[in-house]
């Protein structure tokens, strides 16, 4: 619990109010349950990632709207190649048309955080395309796409290995990896009712609090972004050391 904004007065807010006395920059979202979402509406999984598609469009431009500096998706891991081949497909196609849209967002820095070339010619091109013609906006969108956290860390190391480093440090790995010059996130939400992180910013999540609920990705709202953004608000981030009052008192 923090001691300088009660629950009470953070209930009371206004939530841009909210992200900026809690210093709150980066929100990272785990968009899990679109497939949970389809299959209780008897639908395929694939109707779901299209609704869990759309959603992202309105968390993220809320998220913006309310104050945040830096927000990421997590769309694609690098273990959901394992799906069937037409529900990979369609989460291709998805980001695909995603990118083909992304004209609409005027404020937004697109990059993307994994190996999404990896997945073919046309979304490495893409990907590339939408990055360089975005370049310079203030809203840093991160979408992890093709990400594995393992990977990218072993991938950093790697760099640095071929730049013929013997030892390194803390700050040269976090230059190598993705977010390279990206806040890391302040809070990390989890829709989908798993309590896992599941390969996600393992590095980079160090010190950021975690947020999960039961809520699916396509049902997910923007009054669920105030709830978890004013439970954030009224955690009390320590980072080791401790409370300014406790370390006064010394007890
Ligand atoms: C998250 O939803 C989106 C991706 C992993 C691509 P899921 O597809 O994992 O949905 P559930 O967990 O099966 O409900
Ligand atoms: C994590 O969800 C990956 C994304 C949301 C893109 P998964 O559904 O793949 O995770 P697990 O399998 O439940 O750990
Ligand atoms: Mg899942």
């Known amino acids: 619990m923090r001691e300088d904004m009660t629950k009470k007065e953070i209930e009371a807010m206004p939530i841009e109010e909210v ?16 497939g949970r979402w389809a299959k209780k509406r008897l639908l395929p999984r694939e109707a779901g990632h299209k ?13 913006k709207k309310i104050g945040m500096e830096c927000c990421t998706v997590y769309a694609f891991s ?14 291709f196609r998805l980001l695909i048309s995603f990118i083909e849209e992304a004209g609409e967002e005027k404020d937004i820095e697109f990059r993307f955080i994994g190996e999404p070339g990896e997945l ?9 395309e939408l990055e360089e013609a975005t370049r310079g906006r203030p809203y840093r969108l991160n979408i992890a796409f093709n990400y594995g956290g393992r990977a990218e860390i072993v ?3 790697n760099s640095l290995i ?13 230059a190598r990896l993705y977010t390279a010059g990206r806040p890391e996130p302040d809070l990390i939400v989890r829709t ?3 309590m896992r992180i599941s390969n996600f910013l393992l590095w980079q999540a160090a010190y950021a609090e975690l947020y999960f609920t039961d809520r699916l990705w396509p049902d997910y709202t923007t009054a669920d972004v105030d709830e978890a953004v004013r439970e954030f608000a009224s955690r009390s981030r320590r980072f080791g050391g401790l409370d300014a009052a406790d370390a006064v008192r010394g007890v």
């Open 19 to 34: 992200v900026a006395k809690s210093n709150l920059r980066h929100i990272a979202f785990i968009m899990d349950g679109n």
């Open 51 to 63: 609704v869990g598609a759309d959603n992202f469009k309105t968390i993220v431009r809320y998220c």
């Open 78 to 91: 690098t273990e959901n190649v394992k799906r069937p081949q037409r529900e990979v497909e369609a989460l």
């Open 120 to 128: 073919g010619e046309t979304i490495g091109k893409r990907t590339r």
């Open 155 to 157: 991938r950093a190391v």
């Open 162 to 174: 071929a730049e013929g480093k013997r030892e390194i440090t803390e700050d040269e790995l976090s």
């Open 192 to 194: 989908g009712a798993e």
